[in-house]
């Protein structure tokens, strides 16, 4: 009777630690020092987007006034 019970015991621990993590959001189960991108470049590209298409908006204005 009392390996019953601690075999019941085992389940009851293993489903409530599986359901503990599984309620908490992904970002506090995994370890953050496993996966740290630098997306650094990609600012710095969209900063440059947004540059060049400001120039060629108002050469298009300019050139509207003028042709």
Do not use: C, H
């Amino acid at each position: 009777m009392a390996k019953k019970n601690r075999a019941n015991q085992n389940k009851a621990a293993a489903v409530e630690t599986a359901s503990n993590q599984s309620s908490l959001p992904v970002a506090a189960r995994t370890n953050k020092d496993t996966f740290d991108p630098d997306y650094s470049y990609v600012v710095k590209n969209l900063k440059q987007i947004g540059i060049l298409a400001v120039i060629f908006i108002a050469i298009l204005v300019i050139l509207s006034f003028v042709i």
